[in-house]
């Protein structure tokens, strides 16, 4: 059809990029390929570069454009003047009847297909240079929603050709190397889903901040998407795990994060405003627009996209209020994690600690530093310092030329979907989105730091602090026997290191999950009239609201941080330590202070396994087993195995088997393993009786030092005594492993040392350990000494008893 004006969606396809642009390409992809198998695309047509051609001739416009644009690249005017004269240029022509009669018509049949006189449609600008895979394009032009008869629709159409000569626009082509002359604009013209009504958003088949390839990322606002994709609302956010997505017996949800939504996008009545933005209520900014059912839903269709397009894809989706119906409306390319260079890893970490002024949503990994540079307005981007740490309300396309230039950005608004998250990723730059206080908060001129190196959550900082950037090459890495294992803090940190060749997560810290993203003492939700703090009583009911149980908030909320956590290393071993808090931690989760009772020394307390059978914790301990049961029979994760912590006798580890059964998790059944620490003296002593209640140990080097030698970890006086190193901590270390391969069960650590001592990873080399679990950042370093110490070992590998548990 090179000569045709006009072009239906299931007339075109991926390869009609040069006539329609890549957005209304494929567009015409998923209304063509894509409908058979369940995406559901609202209909529509697109006029054709042929038809943005014939406009300019018709109109004379060609002379005026090319005159401009070589007064721009010479000096002779600025950006906003060239983009100003030719935007007029084109706003100031007509359409020549063919043009005119083309889309009429076709709006006509679009109306008729739709049952209506006339149909309310998207008019959407598309470039014939659009969404390819080394270039976004992200928002350079413009788009009009509601539009509703031929008049306004032409109006529309003329707006979206003059939109191709935004400053934005122009500026965007010029960094990516665009010839200004060979881009054309191709319009869609998409029958309108009734959002407004419901709800839409963004979809990534790709985690946006780390590039982990098996989650897929949906974000959600009440009314039109247009207020994700701008920022302007902190939107509720979802993750899924991909891989569980063709499994029936699964519900893979591995995140589920509310966002205030503060307002929504809704259809004008009368006049010529077609849309408005009003506050949402507070039943709006406190439920969830998607169900878990649609979630899941609209993560198939993303995995149905990626697999067709060979591609990771970015995607916006709407669901419609009179019909219930989940509608795809855009795809794209993803572009910045698929242009990432496999085999490299680079990490940043702060080397100072300090309070943070403010967080927010991270956006990307990196971390910056600067003096802020306050702008309110896009009026006042001129007034931009260089290598300043941009703080704004939002950003729209337009401020992308400054966005290039800064060292960071930080908004008020907007979601790791949002336009300035988009962008940030693109150029590189770091940012904290969804702040709410920034510009309120910080000064202009002020020093800060912005940190996005700690996990989902970024944080600026007073003043410049110290950090380091730390490059790993995972290209190089040797083969161990060894499994080398990570220690996994939290599920915000869990993807950041899915790159790195780890053989699973040898300790995943169950009370940090509840310390960060619970923040609730169970007990205080099983009895909640023994809460006597009224302050504490208020942020419970606030974090429960929704709940038809407040005990339901901590089961779903503690799953849903255990699934995040395995999701980078499935399938893999995950090994979850069941809550080891001491009585003064406790004491400071929500509520937790009417529960728990003063000790002189909570480090060898009433902690770990001692608390779960005792019935001032019982119950409590049942919603931790609730929560594993989700995680690995409703979730799917049954590489996640289950680690008793602090187990001190065999009476003790028979009576937390049992509670744990009574709970739905018995060792063996549906192939659950429980593991234990081997962290006192007496779990060396007795190992060959604790080796037949559980199918592993997990050295605790740190514990098992204390309780050696009589120290207190805690300590400062005796801190240079403290040392793993010691001979009898190796004897009963080297002791433990023997017994435990004698009864052929598996046995590794967690701790620093191995890292920090090559020696040490020697002597556990010799010794014959099965793993070796430490922190992420010690994990390249540690693989090559390990990778040594087997070299250099002439001892041989002392391998665990056949048909032990792998």
Not at 546 to 564: C, M, N, Q, R, S
């Amino acid at each position: 059809m090179p000569d045709a004006l006009i072009a239906w969606f299931e007339d075109i396809g991926r390869g009609d990029v040069a006539m329609v642009g890549g957005k209304n390409a494929s567009l015409g992809e998923m209304v063509s390929a894509l409908s058979k198998r369940g995406i559901r695309v609202p209909g529509g047509f697109a006029t054709t570069a042929q038809a943005y051609r014939h406009y300019i001739a018709a109109n004379g416009i060609e002379p005026e454009m090319r005159r401009w644009i070589e007064a721009l690249a010479v000096g002779r005017a600025s950006l906003q003047v060239a983009g100003a004269a030719i935007r007029h240029a084109f706003l100031e022509g007509a359409f020549p009847p063919q043009i005119e009669a083309a889309i009429g018509e076709a709006y006509d049949a679009l109306s008729a297909r739709s049952e209506q006189d006339a149909v309310s449609v998207a008019v959407r600008s598309s470039a014939t240079a659009e969404d390819l895979p080394e270039a976004s394009f992200a928002g350079q032009q413009e788009t009009f929603l509601n539009v509703t008869g031929k008049r306004a629709l032409l109006d529309a159409c003329r707006r979206c050709f003059a939109s191709l000569f935004t400053d934005r626009a122009i500026s965007y082509r010029q960094a990516q190397g665009f010839d200004h002359m060979d881009v054309a604009l191709s319009i869609g013209v998409q029958r309108m889903v009734r959002s407004d009504l419901a709800g839409s958003g963004v979809m990534f088949s790709v985690d946006t901040e780390t590039g982990f390839p098996d989650v897929i990322v949906i974000s959600a606002a009440w009314g039109l998407g247009e207020t994700v994709v701008q920022g302007s609302v902190d939107p509720d956010t979802y993750r899924v795990f991909k891989p569980f997505l063709e499994r029936a017996d699964t519900a893979p949800l591995i995140e589920r994060s509310l966002g205030a939504k503060e307002r929504k996008m809704a259809y004008a009545t009368g006049g010529s405003v077609r849309t408005l933005t009003k506050r949402t209520t507070r039943r709006e900014r406190e439920t969830f627009v998607l169900s878990d059912d649609e979630v899941l839903e609209l993560a198939r269709c993303a995995k149905t996209i990626e697999k067709h397009y060979g591609r990771a894809m970015d995607m916006e989706w709407a669901k419609d209020g009179t019909s219930g119906e989940l509608f795809i409306v855009q795809a794209r390319p993803e572009t910045v994690q698929s242009g990432r260079t496999a085999g490299k890893l680079t990490t940043y970490r702060l080397k100072q600690h300090a309070e943070p002024l403010l967080t927010g949503a991270a956006v990307g990994e990196a971390i910056a530093t600067g003096e802020v540079c306050a702008i309110r307005d896009a009026s006042q981007i001129e007034a931009f310092r260089d290598g300043a740490i941009l703080v704004t309300g939002m950003t729209d396309p337009d401020w992308v030329p400054i966005m290039k230039r800064a060292a960071g950005i930080i908004t008020d608004h907007g979601g790791t979907t949002s336009h300035a998250a988009i962008v940030s990723r693109e150029l590189g730059v770091p940012a904290i989105v969804g702040t709410q206080t920034a510009t309120r908060s910080l000064q202009d001129g002020q020093p800060i730091t912005l940190s996005c190196a700690e996990g989902d959550r970024g944080a600026v900082y007073e003043g410049t602090l110290e950090f380091e950037t730390i490059e790993f090459d995972l290209a190089d890495l040797p083969e161990t026997e060894t499994d080398v294992m990570l220690n996994i803090a939290s599920p915000a940190a869990a993807m950041r290191w899915w790159r790195l060749p780890a053989r699973g997560v040898g300790l995943a810290r169950m009370e940090f999950v509840i310390n960060h993203l619970v923040k609730v003492h169970p007990m205080a939700l099983v009895a909640p009239e023994k809460v006597t703090s009224e302050d504490a009583k208020l942020a419970i009911a606030e974090l429960t609201r929704g709940y038809a149980e407040p005990t339901d908030y901590f089961v779903d909320t503690l799953a849903l941080g255990i699934a995040k956590l395995a999701a980078p290393f499935h399938p893999q071993p995950v090994i979850v330590r069941l809550s080891d808090f001491k009585t003064n931690e406790y004491a400071h989760l929500l509520g937790g202070e009417a529960f728990e009772p003063d000790e002189e020394n909570p480090m060898i307390g009433w902690r770990g396994a001692s608390r779960y059978y005792s019935p001032g914790y019982k119950a409590g301990f049942a919603l931790e087993c609730r929560a594993l049961r989700r995680v690995r029979e409703e979730i799917g994760f049954e590489n996640v195995i289950i680690m008793v912590p602090f187990c001190r006798t065999l009476a003790e580890a028979d009576r937390v088997l049992e509670v744990m059964a009574e709970n739905g998790l018995e060792r063996g059944r549906n192939g659950l393993q429980i593991y234990m620490m081997c962290e006192i003296p007496a779990n060396v002593l007795l190992a060959e009786e604790f080796a037949q209640r559980f199918d592993g140990f997990s050295i605790g080097s740190n514990d098992l030092t204390q309780l050696v030698l009589g120290i207190d970890r805690d300590s400062e006086l005796l801190a240079d005594q403290f040392d793993e190193r010691n001979e009898a901590v190796k004897r009963a270390i080297g002791e433990a492993i023997i017994k435990a391969h004698q009864a052929g069960i598996k046995i590794g650590i967690c701790g620093q040392a191995p890292s920090d001592h090559p020696e040490f990873a020697g002597f556990l080399v010799d010794c014959g350990i099965d793993s070796i679990s430490l922190n992420p950042d010690s994990f390249v370093a540690a693989v090559k000494v390990v990778a040594q110490a087997e070299a250099m070992s002439d001892k041989g590998r002392a391998q665990p008893a056949e048909g032990s548990p792998t």
